[in-house]
Protein backbone atom coordinates (compact mmCIF):
# COMPACT_ATOMS: atom_id res chain seq x y z
CA UNK A 1 0.00 0.00 0.00
CA UNK A 2 1.17 3.26 -0.97
CA UNK A 3 1.70 6.12 1.36
CA UNK A 4 -0.89 8.35 -0.30
CA UNK A 5 -3.08 4.78 -0.47
CA UNK A 6 -3.21 4.30 3.00
CA UNK A 7 -3.18 8.23 3.97
CA UNK A 8 -6.70 8.73 2.03
CA UNK A 9 -8.52 5.25 3.11
CA UNK A 10 -7.67 6.92 6.85
CA UNK A 11 -9.34 9.91 5.92
CA UNK A 12 -12.35 8.23 4.36
CA UNK A 13 -12.54 6.08 7.49
CA UNK A 14 -12.09 9.13 9.75
CA UNK A 15 -15.37 10.60 7.61
CA UNK A 16 -14.54 12.64 4.92
CA UNK A 17 -16.12 11.65 1.66
CA UNK A 18 -13.92 10.07 -1.11
CA UNK A 19 -13.16 13.23 -2.92
CA UNK A 20 -11.57 14.93 0.13
CA UNK A 21 -10.05 11.34 1.06
CA UNK A 22 -7.88 11.57 -2.44
CA UNK A 23 -7.53 15.41 -2.67
CA UNK A 24 -6.51 15.58 0.95
CA UNK A 25 -3.46 12.57 0.33
CA UNK A 26 -2.15 15.28 -2.20
CA UNK A 27 -2.76 18.76 -1.19
CA UNK A 28 0.18 19.29 0.94
CA UNK A 29 2.25 18.42 -2.03
CA UNK A 30 0.97 21.08 -3.93
CA UNK A 31 0.64 24.10 -1.28
CA UNK A 32 -2.35 23.20 -0.21
CA UNK A 33 -3.62 23.61 3.72
CA UNK A 34 -5.88 20.66 5.52
CA UNK A 35 -9.11 23.26 5.49
CA UNK A 36 -8.60 24.64 1.89
CA UNK A 37 -8.51 21.19 0.53
CA UNK A 38 -11.33 19.85 2.20
CA UNK A 39 -13.77 22.88 1.25
CA UNK A 40 -12.43 22.47 -2.05
CA UNK A 41 -12.94 18.95 -3.01
CA UNK A 42 -16.19 19.10 -0.34
CA UNK A 43 -18.63 19.60 -3.50
CA UNK A 44 -17.33 16.00 -5.19
CA UNK A 45 -18.42 13.32 -2.74
CA UNK A 46 -21.30 11.45 -3.71
CA UNK A 47 -20.57 11.83 -7.26
CA UNK A 48 -21.01 15.48 -7.09
CA UNK A 49 -22.88 16.08 -3.75
CA UNK A 50 -24.51 12.95 -3.60
CA UNK A 51 -26.16 13.41 -7.42
CA UNK A 52 -24.47 10.14 -8.23
CA UNK A 53 -22.59 11.44 -11.20
CA UNK A 54 -18.60 10.99 -11.49
CA UNK A 55 -17.23 9.51 -8.42
CA UNK A 56 -15.53 11.66 -5.93
CA UNK A 57 -12.45 9.80 -5.58
CA UNK A 58 -12.02 9.82 -9.50
CA UNK A 59 -13.01 14.06 -9.27
CA UNK A 60 -10.25 13.92 -6.86
CA UNK A 61 -7.65 11.97 -8.85
CA UNK A 62 -8.50 14.61 -12.13
CA UNK A 63 -7.95 17.97 -9.73
CA UNK A 64 -4.57 16.25 -8.72
CA UNK A 65 -3.54 15.71 -12.29
CA UNK A 66 -4.88 19.16 -13.43
CA UNK A 67 -2.74 20.51 -10.70
CA UNK A 68 0.45 18.37 -11.78
CA UNK A 69 -0.20 18.79 -15.37
CA UNK A 70 -3.13 21.15 -16.14
CA UNK A 71 -2.87 23.94 -18.87
CA UNK A 72 -3.39 27.80 -17.79
CA UNK A 73 -2.95 29.11 -21.19
CA UNK A 74 -6.89 30.13 -22.47
CA UNK A 75 -6.27 29.68 -26.25
CA UNK A 76 -3.73 26.87 -26.77
CA UNK A 77 -5.82 24.21 -28.30
CA UNK A 78 -2.79 21.20 -28.07
CA UNK A 79 -2.02 22.02 -24.40
CA UNK A 80 -5.65 21.34 -24.01
CA UNK A 81 -6.03 18.50 -26.22
CA UNK A 82 -2.64 17.37 -24.04
CA UNK A 83 -4.20 17.29 -20.69
CA UNK A 84 -8.07 16.24 -21.71
CA UNK A 85 -5.76 13.03 -23.50
CA UNK A 86 -4.46 12.35 -19.75
CA UNK A 87 -7.58 12.75 -18.15
CA UNK A 88 -9.11 10.26 -20.05
CA UNK A 89 -6.42 8.24 -20.00
CA UNK A 90 -6.84 7.87 -16.29
CA UNK A 91 -10.25 7.39 -16.36
CA UNK A 92 -9.83 4.23 -18.65
CA UNK A 93 -7.43 2.83 -16.16
CA UNK A 94 -10.23 3.61 -13.62
CA UNK A 95 -12.86 1.69 -15.57
CA UNK A 96 -10.70 -0.93 -16.14
CA UNK A 97 -10.46 -1.76 -12.74
CA UNK A 98 -14.39 -1.00 -11.71
CA UNK A 99 -16.15 -0.88 -15.28
CA UNK A 100 -16.92 2.78 -14.44
CA UNK A 101 -16.67 6.35 -13.12
CA UNK A 102 -20.15 6.81 -12.29
CA UNK A 103 -20.59 6.99 -9.06
CA UNK A 104 -24.37 5.41 -9.14
CA UNK A 105 -22.93 2.49 -11.00
CA UNK A 106 -20.27 1.82 -8.80
CA UNK A 107 -22.25 1.88 -5.84
CA UNK A 108 -24.87 -0.18 -8.24
CA UNK A 109 -27.88 2.25 -7.34
CA UNK A 110 -31.04 2.62 -9.60
CA UNK A 111 -31.66 5.93 -8.79
CA UNK A 112 -30.28 9.26 -10.85
CA UNK A 113 -30.80 11.77 -7.58
CA UNK A 114 -29.96 11.07 -4.35
CA UNK A 115 -31.26 12.60 -1.10
CA UNK A 116 -28.69 15.48 0.15
CA UNK A 117 -28.33 13.44 3.17
CA UNK A 118 -25.55 11.66 3.66
CA UNK A 119 -25.66 7.99 4.76
CA UNK A 120 -25.01 7.65 8.28
CA UNK A 121 -21.27 6.23 9.09
CA UNK A 122 -21.00 3.11 11.04
CA UNK A 123 -20.10 -0.02 10.30
CA UNK A 124 -22.15 -1.85 8.45
CA UNK A 125 -21.65 1.27 5.88
CA UNK A 126 -18.10 1.01 5.48
CA UNK A 127 -18.81 -3.15 5.08
CA UNK A 128 -20.90 -2.54 2.03
CA UNK A 129 -19.62 0.06 0.65
CA UNK A 130 -17.07 -0.26 -2.31
CA UNK A 131 -15.87 3.61 -1.56
CA UNK A 132 -12.84 2.77 0.42
CA UNK A 133 -11.58 0.54 -2.30
CA UNK A 134 -12.41 3.12 -4.97
CA UNK A 135 -10.10 5.60 -3.11
CA UNK A 136 -7.37 3.27 -3.48
CA UNK A 137 -7.50 2.28 -6.63
CA UNK A 138 -7.76 6.52 -8.05
CA UNK A 139 -4.82 6.75 -5.59
CA UNK A 140 -3.00 3.81 -6.94
CA UNK A 141 -3.74 4.87 -10.53
CA UNK A 142 -2.42 8.46 -9.41
CA UNK A 143 0.56 7.30 -7.78
CA UNK A 144 1.69 4.93 -10.96
CA UNK A 145 1.12 8.30 -13.06
CA UNK A 146 3.13 10.38 -11.19
CA UNK A 147 6.06 7.63 -10.57
CA UNK A 148 6.10 7.20 -14.22
CA UNK A 149 5.97 11.26 -15.00
CA UNK A 150 9.18 11.61 -12.99
CA UNK A 151 11.42 8.50 -14.55
CA UNK A 152 10.50 9.94 -18.04
CA UNK A 153 11.60 13.25 -17.07
Same mark, same amino acid.
Do not use: W
Given at each position: ???? *? %???? !? ?8 ? !? /? +??? $??? %? ?12 ? /???? #??? #????? +?? #? ?7 ? $??? &? ?8 ? &? ?11 ? $?? *? ?5 ? /? @? @?? =? ?5 ? *???? /?? @???? =?? *? !????? =??? &?????? $?? @? ?13
Amino acid at each position: MTPK *E %QLAR !QYFKDGYNCA !Q /S +VFL $AYA %QDYGFDKKTALKLS /SSFG #GGM #GRLRE +VC #GAVSSMFMV $AGL &EDGYIENNND &EKKAKHYALIQKL $AE *EFKKKNN /S @I @IC =RELLGLD *ETIS /SP @IPSK =RN *E !QYYKE =RPC &EGLIAD $AC @IILDNYLANKKTVN
